[in-house]
């Protein structure tokens, strides 16, 4: 019994309470749970240290090996893990390891005088997550994990200046939204700006005073918001929408088009981006002086009868993908209402089809021997071609090339 108890408390982190069993066990523990109870200790130890000096890539390796060593049911470790990932910007991750902690039972993790840097370990729990909500927008969530913590440790600095904090972020961002709502741009543009003073790296903060500064036509400075957001969370596809309008603004088309490259990859499915997208394309055109009469966006599956018209087709800028098929084919039949969604989801790409027994002279001249065949072409140049291709592969390629 005293080496389970030992086992359990040595994987929640308990490193006093497994102590206390270790000094009780009959018989004593074999040396190898006695050297995993060491090492959890040993890296516990440092990362404390490390903490108090904010060496925060320290605190991340060192408990990483705590619960690589045997403590993988801690939920401080963990809530330790996602703060010192927070703290090195990488909010997603940050959000993972907040996750893992919470899905471990935070009432039967600590009790309530168990200390951990320096807080009650029940209210650093709460501390962790109040920052990490707090970073990706959960202000809800952040206040009342803060009041929590607040109530468990009332007289730890710490805890008293995240409280403080948050409350004074979740305040700042409401009545900005009220202001924004209401249409007063300037007076938002402050709140969120007091927002900040209290939580300077905020992306939905930044990202919501660039929507303030957009509306105003400070497109550089909403720009700067926009670039503050996406340094502390890069994948923030709101960040990137607005910065990609507001270099469009500026006629800055091909950091615009450079944004909303990444958008489509991002959100394939959005046909506003798409749209955007492919306006920011021509605009970029037009500005290099190239023709852009014969661009379109959207539509339906256009059918090519001629030789002619295939040609012309294909060598539009950007992506056309072509159907090679007959209507008396099974598998032409089935994959025709994919094509037919696909010319939806990708407004940008012209999409064509050509029934080889309407016309053979196009299907001799591609040597097209089998349907249903596709081929895409980019700028004039053919990039890819698929014989019989699944719907994955299919979207996949038009993706890939499209996007």
């Known amino acids: 019994m005293g080496t389970r108890m030992i086992l359990l408390n040595c994987r929640l ?10 000094t009780l066990a009959t018989p004593q523990p074999d040396l ?4 995993k109870l060491q090492t959890v ?9 490390s903490r108090k000096v904010g060496d925060w890539k320290n605190v991340l390796r060192e408990c990483d090996a705590a619960i690589a060593a045997g403590a993988d ?26 996750s893992s902690a919470s899905k471990l039972d935070y009432s039967s993790s600590c009790t309530s005088d168990t200390k951990f840097c ?3 370990a029940n209210a650093y729990l709460y501390y962790a997550h109040a920052q990490v909500d707090i970073a990706l927008g959960r202000f809800d969530h952040a206040v009342s994990s803060a009041d929590k913590a607040r109530i468990i440790d009332p007289r730890n600095v710490e805890v008293i ?31 969120y700006g007091e927002g900040l003073k209290h939580h300077p790296v905020n992306p939905v903060l930044h990202c919501n005073r660039a929507a303030c500064r957009f509306k105003l036509g400070q497109w550089e400075k909403s720009i700067e918001d926009c670039n503050e957001a996406l340094m502390i969370q890069p994948n923030y596809t709101k960040a990137l929408l607005r910065r990609a309008a507001s270099y469009g603004k500026m006629e800055r088309w091909a950091e615009s088009l450079k944004d909303y490259e990444v958008l489509r990859k991002e959100l394939p499915g959005d046909t506003e981006v798409a749209e955007a997208y492919f306006h920011a394309q021509v605009a970029l055109k037009s500005s290099r002086g190239e023709e852009v009469s014969n661009l379109k966006f959207g539509g339906e599956v256009e059918a090519v009868t001629g030789m002619e018209q295939f040609q012309m087709a294909t060598s539009l800028p950007g992506v056309s993908v072509v159907h090679f098929m007959t209507s008396s084919n099974q598998q032409c039949g089935k994959i025709s209402p994919f094509v037919n969604a696909l010319c939806t989801k990708y407004p940008s790409v012209n999409f064509l089809k050509v029934d080889v027994n309407e016309s053979p002279a196009v299907a001799r001249a591609e040597n097209v021997r089998t349907v249903p065949t596709f081929k895409i ?16 592969l299919l979207e996949y390629s038009v993706r890939h090339y499209g996007t």
């Open 13 to 22: 982190g308990h490193l006093e309470d497994a102590q206390k069993h270790l």
């Open 32 to 35: 190898l749970e006695l050297h």
């Open 41 to 49: 200790e040993k890296h516990l130890g440092r990362c404390l240290d």
């Open 73 to 98: 049911s801690s939920a401080l470790l963990f809530a330790a893990r996602a703060e010192a990932l927070l703290r090195l910007n990488q909010l997603d991750e940050a959000d993972m390891a907040i």
């Open 118 to 120: 320096g807080f009650f």
């Open 161 to 191: 200046t995240m409280h403080n904090n948050v409350k004074a972020v979740a305040r700042a961002r409401s009545l900005g939204n009220e202001l924004f709502k209401s249409g007063k741009f300037s007076e938002a543009c402050m709140a």
């Open 377 to 392: 072409y980019k700028n004039a140049i053919r990039v890819k071609e698929m014989i019989c291709p699944s719907q994955q």
